[in-house]
T-cell receptor, first 113, second 112 residues
């Protein structure tokens, strides 16, 4: 399978707990993006990486959110002290450098109860 | 003004008709434009990209770009029930060439 892979596909957590999601991009893609999508809305940009460097982080992203891409391959997105407003689909996408056609993974649906 | 705007719909067309989806954007320096299709509960799927003014055709899909009017559209010819989905317009803004900003999407329903 050469597509973008995200795990887990679904996560239910209690408010206040920490959660971590993983994204494995298409192997030759240097850029990796995280988006968040709520019902009826388009994907909202969170952050992106060029190899292991995090180059931009949305102002909408609170300090409870952190993302890493330690070896320039897979990435993790952690949400600390989850709130009900964090419930959403978290989408990962990847693209080649200098080429912004991005391909999405299946997403991780987070439900905070 | 939002960066990327679309009519939310729903847009309903009969099977076999042409569906026309529209998108406007605010950043005049935007360089790249994309249309994604998203089925309910699924992730977005890239269906078209366009970079220059004019039309770009791919099968039943035609993307149209007019940078002067800051307008991009997607035409779907011979619409099929399987085309029923939300269509997301996405733009690569001049303020940040490395990311893509999405519109809210237009829901399309093709009626058999």
């Amino acid at each position: 399978d050469t597509g973008v892979s995200q795990n887990p596909r679904h996560k239910i957590t209690k408010r206040g707990q920490n959660v971590t999601f993983r994204c494995d991009p298409i192997s030759e893609h240097n850029r990796l993006y995280w988006y968040r999508q709520t019902l009826g809305q388009g994907p909202e940009f969170l952050t992106y990486f060029q190899n292991e460097a995090q180059l931009e982080k949305s102002r909408l992203l609170s300090d409870r959110f952190s993302a890493e891409r330690p070896k320039g391959s897979f990435s993790t997105l952690e949400i600390q002290r989850t709130e009900q407003g964090d419930s959403a689909m978290y989408l990962c996408a990847s693209s080649e450098t200098g080429y912004t056609e991005a391909f999405f993974g299946q997403g991780t649906r987070l439900t905070v109860v | 003004q939002k960066e990327v705007e679309q009519n939310s719909g729903p847009l309903s067309v009969p099977e076999g008709a042409i569906a026309s989806l529209n998108c406007t954007y605010s950043d005049r320096g935007s360089q790249s434009f994309f249309w994604y299709r998203q089925y309910s509960g699924k992730s977005p799927e890239l269906i078209m990209s366009i970079y220059s003014n004019g039309d770009k055709e791919d099968g039943r899909f035609t993307a149209q770009l007019n940078k002067a009017s800051q307008y991009v559209s997607l035409l779907i010819r011979d619409s099929q029930p399987s085309d029923s989905a939300t269509y997301l317009c996405a733009v690569n803004p001049k303020t940040s060439y490395d990311k893509v900003i999405f519109g809210p999407g237009t829901s399309l329903s093709v009626i058999p």
